[in-house]
């Protein structure tokens, strides 16, 4: 398998319950994911430890057969080859679209960098807008550019948190189908998050629904 | 300007409930796993942890000496000095504090609630007397009010009138409980007031509803809801009175401050020092325990309520005149009349003080804060960043030693300087004589490096507390997102986080830089042989009978100070709309 989760146990420094108990997932490589769950079930926190953002307890995450953590091991989040797409999308605002989407382009000679950053400008359809600045771009402009941000570094894994929650409805469904053309388009492993089951039904290859510890 | 607004958040103040043992032994068990060990220990952690040590050191240093052995002096000193000192210290702060508030708050109170000609200038007008430090206040009315003073020589000459020298001597306990509530009620004033403007608007109008006069609410209701505001900032003044030294030296009164310079200066006993700043410490403490009972739960938490400013009333006739009198002559004694007096005397003098002697004094004064602050920035934004990314019990306990300096006097930091200083230089002798054969035994601690380390440890909590609301406000997704990015934390602190914080590290800085350029006790303890600053030149000049000399450099701080809390005055206007 290409993503595998195994016993992934997490509590928050200070909370007396256990967040994520005994977690345990595979994925295929391609396949796009969607873990929905209420809210303050652990959702996002999954996603938190799959990305390096948090330590879990227990548990083994592997990514393409490389360890990422156990108890031995902890690969920080910037060596992960691990993309994400924050709820509220993150973007610097002291950067332009264009300077969002190269920081991430780490290993890249110039042209190379050029040319990546045409390609994911036009998956997103952004190109006219790659001279300005977040708060100059509407709501659904902004997350494209996140996703193209989280996309242009080809990651292994691309990990989206509650991707439409700050849409507004029937921009939601156009966005859907978009970002579901984008990730098969390129194949991307993917996992996201949602309280929608719309949204997982529409995008998703498979559908895992997590129960709150608490109840 | 008002160094301590910032530190009104927290003030070391730390939750020692019931699970505080549980919560430490489970952070040292995270601690030593393998996992928890990669993702916590960076060089940001190790700094930080070498900071908070030397931050620490000097201070423990100072409160495990205290145990030595008596010297005879001290005995003596035990016997015939401590009760004066104690019981002194002790009536300067009682009064000052409850002036401060009585003249803090009602003046909180007539600026949020009403409105009258000049109200909305003396917003910020009446923060103005922080621009003058305590001592040169000191010598400056000591001037205006002498024999040859403008105020004699005009009941003399104008009015005939012949004072009994008595009634007019600053140069007494009265006079310091006035010089330091004249010049230190901003801080109760200006925390007083943000608390009405920003909690109380639907207090009040209630109870105007329920058919109380202005003067009942502020008794009834003001007072009591400003409780935690009004404890907060004359603690801030209480500190400020402990910590000065010019004043009390200049009117030769015997306090902690002074009692601790002359027996490490002129007795040359370091023991007894150290055995009076250890007493003194313990007295901060005790204060801050005070304070933190007096407040009791309350902490000042602005978020959870909306904004709405109060409707203000607007005074007409007998009442306005009233209002204006009051505050204007407050204002006038607390700023407008020694800043006029001093521009008289500075007028009296430019050309003989102007020189390059005194280019050169003003070159190293600046010189050195800008340094100072320079660093202290730094170090506190590695700190910050730690507490931030960590949030661990190290990085919690580092973050609260920051704030450590801020409540301990100058002339204490000093002495524990001192000490941690030598005896770094002991250590070091080896390494000095390998280097230059004929090297003296003393090389740090007659060096300029010595002032700097005290003035980092003294003013870090405000350009920490500064960084560190700055961080607050960003938040750490940006940190994350660039983290998945792939840039490590070192490459995200440059490229997202410090862009992202400008404006809070350049407020720190600032309000960094202006307390250093007046402070005065620390720089006339530590400063290396024949080194001056603007602050020290003033209070030499003061204390050789040169009043009029000293007022160029006494201006250029007042300056300096009122251009930062106009500053900050703009940017708080900014913020609000």
């Known amino acids: ?215 | 300007m008002g160094a301590g607004c910032p530190l009104l958040l927290d003030f070391t103040r730390t939750n020692y409930d019931g699970m505080f043992l549980r919560r430490t032994m489970k952070e040292v068990e995270r601690l030593f796993k393998v996992r928890q060990l990669r993702m916590s220990l960076n060089i940001w952690a190790v700094l930080s942890i070498v900071f908070a040590l030397l931050i620490l050191l000097p201070n423990v240093n100072i409160l495990v000496n205290v145990f030595n052995e008596a010297n005879e002096n001290w005995n003596h000193i035990k016997e015939f000095l401590l009760k004066e000192y104690i019981v002194n210290t002790m009536i300067i702060v009682l009064f000052t504090g409850l002036f401060s508030i009585i003249i803090g708050t009602s003046l909180a109170w007539i600026i949020s609630v009403f409105e009258f000609p000049f109200s909305s200038f003396f917003r910020w007008g009446l923060i103005l007397p922080l621009a003058i430090p305590p001592y040169i206040a000191a010598y400056t009315y000591t001037g205006l009010l002498n024999y040859t003073g403008v105020v004699q020589r005009f009941l003399r000459n104008s009015l005939n009138v012949h004072v009994n020298q008595k009634h007019l001597d600053l140069m007494s306990m009265e006079g310091a409980i006035f010089i330091f509530t004249m010049f230190l009620f901003p801080y109760v004033y200006t925390i007083t007031k943000a608390f009405l403007e920003r909690q109380s608007a639907s207090l009040i109008e209630n109870a105007r509803v329920l058919g109380r006069t202005p003067f009942e609410i502020f008794l009834l209701v003001i007072l009591p809801v400003s409780r935690p505001a009004i404890v907060g900032g004359v603690s801030l003044v209480i500190l400020e009175v402990l910590n000065d030294y010019g004043v009390v030296k200049y009117f030769g009164i015997t306090t902690f401050s002074t009692a601790i310079f002359r027996t490490w200066f002129a007795m040359g006993d370091l023991d007894s020092a150290i055995k009076l700043s250890a007493i003194l410490m313990l007295l901060v403490f005790g204060i801050l325990t005070i304070e933190n009972f007096l407040r009791g739960r309350k902490k000042f938490s602005y978020t959870s309520t909306k904004n709405r400013p109060i409707a203000k009333i607007n005074l007409k006739g007998i009442k306005a005149v009233i209002a204006f009198g009051y505050t204007m002559v407050v204002f006038s004694i607390g700023f407008l009349i020694p800043t006029l007096q001093l521009i008289h005397w500075a007028l009296l003098t430019y050309k003989k003080i102007l020189n390059i002697k005194f280019l050169e004094l003003m070159f190293n004064s600046l010189l050195i804060a800008l340094i100072s602050s320079g660093l202290l920035i730094v170090i506190a934004l590695i700190i910050a960043n730690y507490k931030r990314i960590s949030d661990s019990l190290v990085a919690r306990i580092s973050s609260k030693i920051t704030i450590i300096g801020y409540s301990i006097p100058g002339a204490v930091i000093a002495i524990g300087v001192i000490i941690f200083f030598i005896s770094l230089d002991r250590k070091l002798y080896w390494f000095y004589k390998a280097i230059n054969p004929d090297s003296g035994k003393l090389v740090l601690s007659t060096s300029i490096v010595m002032l700097i380390f005290a003035y980092i440890i003294r003013f870090l909590a405000i350009g920490y507390n500064s960084i560190e609301s700055g961080y607050e406000k960003i938040g750490k997704k940006f940190f994350e997102a660039s983290r998945t990015l792939g840039m490590n934390i070192t490459k995200t602190f440059f490229k997202v986080d410090v862009k992202m914080i400008k404006t809070a590290i350049l407020s720190g800085y600032i309000l960094v830089f202006v307390d250093i350029l007046k402070e005065l006790p620390l720089t006339l303890i530590l400063r290396p042989f024949n080194f001056n600053t603007l602050a020290t030149k003033a209070f030499e000049y003061a204390n050789d009978e040169m009043i009029h000399e000293a007022a160029i450099s006494s201006l250029i701080i007042i300056l300096i100070s009122f251009t930062s809390i106009y500053f900050f005055h703009k940017i708080a206007e900014m913020e609000e709309k």
């Open chain 1, 1 to 215: 398998m290409y993503v595998q989760v195994k016993g992934l146990t997490f509590k928050y420094r200070n909370s007396e319950e256990d967040t994520i108990k005994d977690f345990t997932i595979n994925i295929a490589k391609g396949e796009i994911l969607s873990i929905l769950g209420e809210s303050g079930s652990g959702k996002s926190t999954v996603l938190r430890l799959i990305a390096g953002l948090e330590v879990p307890e227990k548990g083994i995450i592997k990514i393409d057969n490389k360890i990422m953590v156990d108890d031995h091991t902890f690969v920080p989040p910037e060596k992960r080859g691990v993309g994400m797409v924050f709820q509220d999308y993150a973007l610097f605002p002291h950067m332009t679209v264009e300077e969002n989407i190269r920081f991430g382009l780490l290993k890249m000679n110039r042209d190379e960098k050029e040319r990546r950053l045409g390609e994911v400008l036009k998956l997103v359809n952004l190109e006219d807008y790659k001279t300005r600045y977040p708060y100059e771009l509407s709501g659904g402009q902004q997350q494209r550019v996140a996703l193209a941000r989280a996309l242009a570094p080809q990651p292994l894994l691309l990990l989206l948190d509650e991707p439409f929650s700050n849409l507004d409805k029937d921009l939601q469904e156009k966005i859907r189908e978009e970002l579901k053309v984008i990730l098969r388009q390129t194949g991307t492993t993917t996992i996201f998050v949602t309280h929608d089951q719309d949204d997982s039904r529409a995008i998703a290859d498979r559908i895992v629904i997590l129960m709150s510890t608490a109840t």
